[in-house]
């Protein structure tokens, strides 16, 4: 297995995730571009802006037809590639605009080709006319933020794609939300790493490209964050960090002396070369050292000598890898954990400790994968040992959940990709694509079934609320559903309590918001909402259905009879407005 193979492989799963969803939602397809006749289609330019503006057609990564591999040549170099949906003829499109300062070009030519030797066909020399040098406003629009697809009180990418959130951190006052980033297509693809930066964890202000790609070849995949507070690399005290899968390369770090805005590579990257991604760096004060976390696919001794009972036989060898590290530059392989349950906990590793609620000096090791489902146990610097697990289950649309290192009120906070839908029937030139959850803290409960996670929106998510249009005490169902009509066409937080504990069926502004439990909070945007219940034992995301966006309803569906003690309609308000 070459080390190209566990990153396809996820690539594999995102584009299965997301794609499939989307197939219902695709333009029809017109003829393959390689049905075309092969020419020498290319533009030379000079950089005399800032960006390079390039016309996208909306196509998912399944209909590789629609897909040319795009080279920006230097000096007749290659220095970047895409694999980009160019539109032919005249298909819908919107404008991408790709920073160029990073690379130091001003002044320079560069010429627009094919990046794989393959010719470019005729059908496509219109849209290679239309690259050109400009601005970011040349593409950019105020009305970015208000596009009827683009969630209002969740983040996202202001253009392209955004899936797993990376390096989350905290420094100074901001909370860095870095992410995995399509800067020229609104599908999986072309990996950066793009900026999100608030000081309330509710506003977020869109900030320049963090990670760029040095071409296809070394996409920047997953990672997290941490501050290097006591400099144990010896760049300096409180020298924030990121860790991030380099394809290709393996495990790289890089550091920030400019507060998370650019970052340099740190020398003799690649510090951990495996067949793994989605390093994860935190520090063990009990031994004074670093640890890494990581998912790998190697095969080894410990798994081999622990057979799955979960997966299938490509699966079979996939685990978490643990390394550590005095100075951040030199990492020692440490140990895997080999449950035969392990594929409960597939990729994007997280791991951290968190007191027992209600019990003083008593606390628990979590380790959790993408689905959110983790094992409670113990770690001891070296591997981390199961004590109960696995736990939980996927929380629908919800996945690659990443919590804030460095929180200095000690709160773990965790946010997760959303994988909404596209909606290309209805807006085939659609801008944007995916978001990310509520920022929610993690908490850890004595429950009747043992000790459990439980999710709940931080407290600054109050501030969201502009006022109450609809409030309810002791209601029949009638009575209720009478009040939740005033959730359509709103973006509503609606807080509910029942007389007892039961599963109940309530669609919201046409999206299903049903939930186990006596209350909940239920978050409702515009493609999706997020259901916080039984006090946080229950989490789901659930997206909304094509055919409710021109016919939301709202409806509670109960037991004659059933009691609703408290009904709360808040009203909130975007984040995109200033």
């Not at 850890?444 to 249009?469: A, M, Q, S, Y």
Request: glycine share 8%; proline share 6%.
């Amino acid at each position: 297995m070459n080390k190209m193979t566990g990153y396809f492989a996820k690539a594999a799963t995102f584009l299965g995730l997301v794609t499939a969803l989307h197939a219902a939602d695709s333009p029809a397809p017109t003829a393959p571009a390689s049905s075309a006749t092969p020419a020498n289609v290319e533009k030379i330019l000079v950089v005399d802006g800032t960006h390079l503006l390039l016309p996208i057609a909306n196509y998912s990564g399944q209909q590789k037809d629609k897909f040319v591999t795009l080279g920006i040549y230097v000096d007749d170099k290659l220095v970047q590639s895409f694999n980009i949906s160019l539109p032919q003829g005249d298909e819908a499109c919107w404008i991408a605009a790709y920073p160029l300062d990073y690379f130091g070009w001003m002044g320079r030519q560069i010429k627009i080709a094919s990046g794989d030797g393959k010719p470019l066909p005729e059908s496509y020399r219109v849209a290679v006319d239309r690259i050109k040098i400009g601005s970011a406003n040349e593409a950019l629009s105020p009305k970015d933020y208000t596009q009827p697809y683009r969630n209002q009180f969740h983040a996202s990418t202001r253009r392209g794609w955004n899936n797993d959130p990376n390096g989350m951190v905290f420094q100074n006052g901001k909370y860095h939300l870095y992410y995995q980033h399509n800067p020229v297509g609104i599908f999986w693809g072309n990996l950066h790493w793009g900026h999100l930066e608030s000081t309330d964890l509710i506003h977020w202000e869109e900030k320049p490209i963090a990670l760029y790609q040095k071409t296809l070849k070394e996409m920047a995949a997953s990672g997290g964050g941490f501050i290097d507070f006591n400099n144990s690399a010896g760049l300096g005290k409180d020298t924030l960090f990121i860790a991030a899968t380099i394809t290709g390369r393996s495990e790289c770090l890089f550091f920030s002396k400019d507060g998370g805005l650019t970052f340099t590579e740190l020398p003799g990257n690649p510090v951990v070369k495996h067949t793994g991604r989605d390093p994860k760096i935190l520090w063990y004060q009990p031994e004074q050292k670093w640890v890494m976390v990581a998912f790998e696919v190697d095969p080894c001794e410990e798994t081999k000598n622990t057979p799955q009972t979960s997966g299938d036989e490509k699966h079979r060898n996939d685990h978490m890898v643990f390394f550590e590290s005095k100075n951040l530059k030199d990492w020692t392989r440490t140990g895997v954990f080999t449950d035969p349950d392990r594929m409960a906990v597939y990729e994007c590793p997280e791991l951290f400790e968190l007191p027992v609620a209600g019990k003083p000096g008593e606390s628990r090791w979590i380790l959790m994968g993408a689905q959110n489902r983790y094992f409670i146990g113990k770690f001891d610097g070296k591997t981390f040992h199961s004590e109960a697990g696995p736990i939980g289950t996927k929380h629908g649309a919800f996945y690659a959940g990443q919590t804030f290192s460095d929180v200095p009120d000690g709160r773990r906070i965790q946010m997760g990709w959303v994988q909404t839908d596209s909606y290309l029937k209805a807006f085939p030139d659609q801008i944007m694509n995916q978001a990310f959850s509520l920022p929610h803290e993690l908490t850890l409960h004595e429950t009747p079934d043992g000790l459990r996670l439980f999710f709940w929106p931080v407290k600054e998510t109050e501030n969201r609320r502009g006022g109450l249009i609809a409030e309810g005490k002791d209601l029949t169902p009638a009575q209720a559903n009478e009040l939740l009509q005033k959730c359509n066409g709103e973006l509503t937080e609606v807080v509910i309590e029942f007389a007892d504990s039961a599963l109940r069926q309530l669609i919201l502004n046409g999206i299903d918001a049903s939930f186990d439990g006596r209350s909940a909070r239920i978050f409702n945007d515009l493609t999706f909402n997020e259901i916080y219940a039984d006090e946080g034992l229950f989490y789901a995301v659930r997206k909304l259905p094509a055919q409710a966006l021109t016919a939301p309803e709202s409806r509670l569906t109960v037991p004659d009879g059933t009691l609703i003690r408290s009904l709360k309609i808040y009203r909130l308000k975007s984040i995109w407005t200033k």
